[in-house]
């Protein structure tokens, strides 16, 4: 056996089931981060744990600073090597969760422990960077239990059974729930002191700032919560719920963008801002007004979407210069909005030189066939209106397919790909060749990505849109109009307007087939899932969206009138409340029993041979009661023995702390048999 530990007092080292519930509790923190982090960072706790367990079994030796230099570079190598940007939230979570592996390898004392279950607790709330969804909250519940079981572990001397550690545990944190609950509500509300940096692009999600044919058509495979909608009267039709984000009005010959190649996303972002006297000014209200608030997931990207035009903001959103609105941060958690819309106006009676000039622009060469297809309706069309209709006309009367499984065009006429050879595609190649028809005609178009309709939930009273939601239309300038909407989809599949992307291909059968698990797919696990999203829906209404104008609310049905001095007079009694209850659970307004706990033990003992008919008396020692009572039990007196020499020895032999424990836990063991 090799000798490890020196110079570690034995009372302070950590035990083997002390270990085993560090190592535990590592997996279960660890095991929801590795969704968006390095999956193998699990098999280097595993790795670093089972090193330690066999330096305790005396197996190997410590590892010396050079393994651990070596290891900790490995470590730092395999990081970069996954592609992740040093300046980000992943690169920041691994390091940390690299380190809470690491740490395994030289747990000894107690306090090693304590490093490992504080950066457990550190990275419970890295999760919620991630994630704040209902079960995030709920795991991380009950991780947080069973890192406070594995802190009382570590300062046990002996093995003790799961479920005891489990229960005081949850008994704490149902402690703390009182004033979790009082800081929740009371708290103030301020804004961010800084941002956490995202990952790049591949953390981004949802509809991106450019569009390529077949890009929509893959994120239509995720059945991923886009947002949330509760309508605040009545509910406008399925074919109405067109939630506008991004216009696309710059076209390469393969693919459409904001601006053009030139613009980065941020320069976009600045571009696509205006003011509300602005947008006001361009817009002719008509029509119903339409309130609603809307929850949207995080993203990692300032894109919104909303029926448009919008006329009024309540949150933390700003308006664009093409009639949509932009969150001014990229959004990395749920983010609540209340807003108005007025979806019949007409917008911008007058087009200035620079938007027609956007709005015409096509590529200097390629797609000749379209180009000529356009003129020659052109010719044969009396007005811009007629030419537009044989445009859609063409798709509905041709043997044009609406389909997931797009063959692949070139990229120097995909245009003509698609419109004169393939006729197969999907919403965005019907949209993009669309708006080149009218632009190869003088019409001013654009192409509109965003998402359309979404699955009501009955049971919670709203609207969940999903990625496969995700859409492309265009809008059409026409004098005294306006932009005026024009979904060439509609044309070649009129299904996924009225009902969704699921019936418009039923027969193809391409919905979600990239999903091997999908809770879409079948019945009884899709009423189950809109139970949950009802669930989701309240979470997120209720405690993601209790900012402060909520706070403020809740504070006035209470106060009235708020004020600093009412406030915290209110406040202080609701914290004095939790303490006094705190007081009388813990029973601290009790006097205190310093009588030793063998004796307590003891006497107890005796008071139970009292119920049978054997009274102690004060002259009698523990071994003649032990005669007595053995004499007068004889089928307990072998437990009335040994519970009497336990208790003999505590009182009158020097034992060592675990000795002690031993006898005390035989000693509990008998009484519970009695």
Known sequence: ????????????????????????????????????????????????????????????????????????????????????????????????????AYKSLEVIQRRDGMVVILTGFILIGVLFLYSQSILTTLYSVFSMAVLTSAMIAIQQTKSTEILPNLRLASLMLALCLPLMILFFLFAPRFQPFWTVPTSGGHAKTGISDSMTPGDIAKLSQSDALAFSVKFLGKRPKQNELYWRGLVLQHFDGATWTQFGPDIDADTAKIKSQSDEKTMLGQLQKKGDEIKYEVIYQSTSQPWLFALTPVVDIMGDAIFGNDFRIIAPQ????????????????VREFELSESARALALQLPEGGNQQSRLLAKKLLLTSANKQEYIDKVLNRFREQQYFYTLRPPLLSKSDSIDDFLIESKRGFCAHYAGSFVFMMRAAGIPARVVSGYQGGEWNEGGKFLSVKQFDAHAWTEVWLEGQGWVRHDPTAMVAPQRIERNLEAAVEEEGSFLEDQIISLNK?????????????????????????????????????????????????????????????????????????????????????????????????????????????????????????????????????????????????????????
């Open 1 to 100: 056996m090799i000798s490890v530990s020196k110079g570690f007092p034995q009372d302070k080292k950590i035990t083997y089931s002390g270990m085993l519930w560090l190592l535990a509790a590592q997996i279960i923190v660890m095991l929801p981060l590795l969704f968006h982090l390095p999956i193998w960072l699990l098999p280097v706790l595993v790795f670093s744990a089972i090193w330690r367990i066999r330096v305790m079994q005396g197996h190997l030796q410590q590892p010396g600073i050079v393994v651990k230099i070596i290891m900790a570079i490995l470590g730092l190598a395999g990081l970069k090597l996954s592609g992740i940007p040093l300046v980000s939230l992943d690169m920041t979570a691994s390091i940390l969760m690299l380190g809470f």
């Open 330 to 345: 990229d959004i990395i958690e749920p983010m609540l909005l209340r807003l108005k819309s007025f979806p019949d106006s």
């Open 522 to 674: 079948i019945k009884w696990l899709k009423s189950f899932r809109k139970q949950m999203d009802s669930m989701q829906y309240a979470w997120r209404l209720f405690v993601l969206g209790y900012d402060k104008e909520s706070q403020q609310n809740f504070l006035k049905q209470f106060l009235g009138e708020i004020t600093i001095q009412k406030t915290a007079m209110f406040v202080g009694g609701v914290f004095g409340g939790i303490i006094l209850l705190w007081v009388m659970f813990l029973g601290l307004t009790r006097k205190r029993n310093n009588e030793a706990i063998e004796h307590q033990l003891y006497r107890r003992f005796c008071d139970l041979l009292e119920k049978k008919g054997i009274k102690r008396e004060l002259s009698q020692t523990p071994e003649s009661f032990s005669k007595l009572a053995s004499a007068q039990l004889p089928d307990f007196a072998e437990q009335i023995r040994s519970f009497s020499q336990s208790y003999s020895k505590l009182c009158y032999a020097v034992d060592s702390n675990e000795e002690k424990q031993t006898r005390l836990e035989q000693m509990r063991k008998i009484l519970k048999a009695f």
